[in-house]
């Protein structure tokens, strides 16, 4: 008789006959409870109990990659391991959808591969280049100094809603030159495309909400340009050939995915072992000059992004025989967790000599926006450290997290009371 845990996971699915028993293991990365509780335990206890590739017959039964070598080999290898949908998968989806829907927008390069996505993501690269980025910290300093303004004397805040949302989307509404007066439009997006995903079609309109929300300022942009990301992508070429349209809903439903949801975790995580942890606090303080290796060794410690790949042919990988179109995650959260690459890696360690984590990934799909990302997290600690006494965790109060691509966390009450 299955427990009523078993009852709360996705259907399970035949195991193909390819697939032998010792490469099965059964997780659900949207609904395992043990991930939903506390999710870095639950990945460490994965990398103790799992192979370090495996196939879970959960979510319509796809392979699952949690080691740290495995992980990197198959985030380069862009022929074997693809970032395209199948062509049957992709013409069923937009079979479901009105003949009158027009382009679908799409994170565009993310779905690609080179060589098309090496051409599609160089408009992109000066734009996020660390001079740039970095150009941008007085403005990403002063809006995190508001946000904290706004909840210092109340002695508590749940961070996630009151800090760590608030700052990347007001930071991408000023780079994409889209007024801060639709910052709560913004978040309520943010909300909506963090969500449950109920079908792929839900995706899609999701997608396709993102890039009506920016239509006006993109049509805009084409004929008044500004100092902005929108105005600078109407003066880019592809290839040679002249921006579109549809590309540059494409790229605008990219960053508002890249640009939002991940950093938004990045400081969660960040800010919850800070608040576990006040020595920690108290020597960061006392020396702020850590805080960019501290940040860097929180980004190995709670990595939180899942990127999926596609099969691109059949392949042998990591003793296990793969076939063409079967679905692959690349587990980055276990992969900077995984003991044959960091002695220790459940010790938060500022002295560790290897910190050289994959947390924005490896390949031609490393995070364009690492270095905005990397400002974000430093300052949002300098701040915090610097403007609040020492703070610790609600403990009236749960940590709610959700799984899936992105390991999130929803809700991180705190308190300096």
């Not at 017959?57 to 495995?70: A, S």
């Not at 992109?124 to 909840?151: C, G, H, T, W, Y």
């Not at 396709?208 to 340009?225: F, G, L, Q, Y």
């Not at 915090?384 to 997290?401: H, N, Q, S, V, Y």
Request: glycine share 4%.
């Amino acid at each position: 008789m299955d427990t009523p845990v078993i009852e709360t996971l996705s259907a399970k699915v035949p195991t193909p006959s390819h697939v032998p028993p010792e490469a099965v293991f059964d997780f659900d990365m949207y609904l395992d409870p043990a991930l939903l509780e506390d999710p870095h335990a639950r990945v460490r206890d994965l990398l103790n109990t799992a192979p370090p590739v495996f196939w879970t017959p959960r979510n319509g039964g796809h392979w699952v990659v949690i080691g740290h070598q495995e992980n990197y080999l198959v985030s380069r290898d862009t022929e074997t391991f693809s970032s395209s949908a199948p062509a049957a998968y992709a013409a069923a989806m937009l079979a479901q959808l009105p003949p009158d829907q027009g382009h679908i927008p799409l994170p565009t390069p993310i779905n690609m591969d080179p060589p098309e996505h090496t051409k599609y993501r160089l408009p992109l690269q000066s734009a996020f280049s660390p001079k740039a980025m970095m150009a941008r910290k007085d403005e990403v300093r002063a809006l995190a100094n508001e946000l904290i303004d706004k909840v210092i004397a109340q002695g508590h805040c749940d961070f996630m809603p009151d800090i760590a949302e608030p700052l990347p989307v007001q930071v991408f509404l000023k780079m994409m030159g889209l007024p801060l007066e639709r910052s709560a439009e913004f978040r309520g997006l943010v909300h909506e495309f963090m969500a449950p995903v109920v079908s792929p079609l839900d995706i899609l309109g999701r997608m396709r909400k993102v890039a009506d929300s920016m239509k006006a300022e993109i049509n805009d942009r084409r004929i008044n340009p500004k100092d902005d990301l929108l105005s600078l992508l109407w003066r880019s070429e592809i290839d040679g050939k002249p921006m579109t349209f549809e590309t540059m809903e494409d790229f605008g439903v990219l960053l508002f995915i890249a640009g939002l949801d991940t950093v938004i975790n990045g400081m969660g995580f960040g800010v919850r072992h800070l608040a576990s942890n006040p020595e920690l606090q108290n020597k960061l303080r006392a020396n702020p000059k850590l805080i960019p290796e501290a940040a860097e060794e929180l980004l190995r410690r709670y990595t939180f992004t899942v990127p999926s790949r596609r099969l691109a042919k059949d392949a042998e990988f990591a003793g296990w025989t793969m076939k063409e179109d079967e679905r692959l995650m690349i587990f980055l959260p276990a992969a900077d967790l995984d003991t044959r690459e960091f002695p220790d890696p459940e010790v938060f360690d500022l002295n560790r000599e290897n910190k050289v984590h994959i947390a924005f990934g490896a390949g031609p799909h490393r995070c364009l926006g690492s270095h905005l990302a990397r400002i974000e997290l430093q300052i949002i600690y300098e701040q915090m450290l610097a403007r609040l006494p020492e703070f610790r965790l609600d403990t009236a109060k749960p940590i709610k997290f959700h799984a899936g691509n992105i390991i999130a966390i929803d809700s991180l009450p705190i308190r300096w009371d």
